[in-house]
């Protein structure tokens, strides 16, 4: 499912949500660990166009999102956040998110490595 946002007639903000496996590997090549079976989704895949940034569009999209899901049963909401995305981090700890785990993903053309970086987890605030 994705969400926009428009200020006028214009495109201001874009994000995803997934429900289900097939969905989340149309929007998102990343393969971090996300279990529909038992209630959880993924949301991600948010964008804002630069002049609309700081305005609190991505905040509002983020509510709307959680209450689609949360309507739709998922308790949880899993997303990959890249550690030095600073204004994502800073708008989704509204929610008081917590780090599952901590990993490096590289990918150049059709390779792709996923590594979870568990040496490090302490240095995020995850515990060992």
């Known amino acids: 499912m994705g969400f926009c946002a428009y200020v ?10 997934a429900l289900d496996e097939p969905a989340k590997r149309s929007l998102a090549p990343i393969p971090c660990n996300v279990r529909f079976e038992e209630g959880e989704g993924y949301w991600g895949g948010s964008m804002t166009v630069r ?16 209450r689609y899901c949360h309507e739709r049963g998922c308790a ?6 890249e550690v030095d995305n600073e204004a994502s981090l800073k708008a989704q700890g509204v929610y008081s998110p917590r780090v599952r785990t901590v990993c490096r993903y590289r990918r150049v053309l059709w390779w792709s ?4 970086l568990s040496a490090l987890k302490s240095e995020y605030g995850v515990p060992k």
């Open 8 to 17: 006028g007639s214009e495109v201001a903000h874009v994000a995803w949500v």
């Open 51 to 66: 002049r609309f940034r700081n305005l609190g569009i991505y905040k509002h999209v983020m509510a709307l999102r959680l």
């Open 76 to 81: 949880i909401l899993v997303d990959a956040t």
């Open 113 to 116: 490595d996923w590594t979870d």
